[in-house]
């Protein structure tokens, strides 16, 4: 079996990550690599948690790369087929759908903290996340990513 995000949609969606950050952030996700193979490569290897979800009434997680996949402790397979509501405890659900609404209407926030779930009910709180707005080839509105790579178990 090949690595999950090797195949074409895996390409193009690092594709899509790298050019909304830096449509955002004004910077590059990834200094230095914009072909589609080595940034995709380097992004699920990367030593920072990188998730995203689409646009989904309920949005389902459809990607994650290895940091994430280990803090979630969930293989790909599941963790792209889980709506990412469940990725926080119910009750700080509405503290994260307030954030999610900020950052589709200002396009990104920087330096978000609050408390996630892991499948196994381990609890982390994240720190210093980014968040934005995922946009297509023609500015469309593809889904929503986050990334960080501060965080404790509480």
Known sequence: MSEPWANDWGLSHATVLARSF???LRRDLVPG?????????????????????????DPVLNYGNRAALALWEMPWAELIRTPSRLTAEPIAREE?????????????????AGVRI?????RF??????VWNLRDETGGHYGQAAMFDHWDFV
């Not at 072909?35 to 989904?56: C, D, I, K, N, Y």
């Not at 994260?96 to 978000?112: D, K, Q």
């Open 22 to 24: 830096q449509h955002w």
């Open 96 to 112: 994260r759908a307030r954030l999610l609404a900020e950052v589709t209407a200002n396009g990104h926030i920087a330096n978000y």
């Open 118 to 122: 892991s499948k196994t009910g381990r």
């Open 33 to 57: 690599l914009t072909e589609p193979r080595a940034l995709a490569g380097a992004l699920f290897h990367a030593p920072f948690v990188l998730v995203s979800h689409g646009t989904q009434t």
């Open 125 to 130: 709180r994240i720190q210093h996340a980014i």
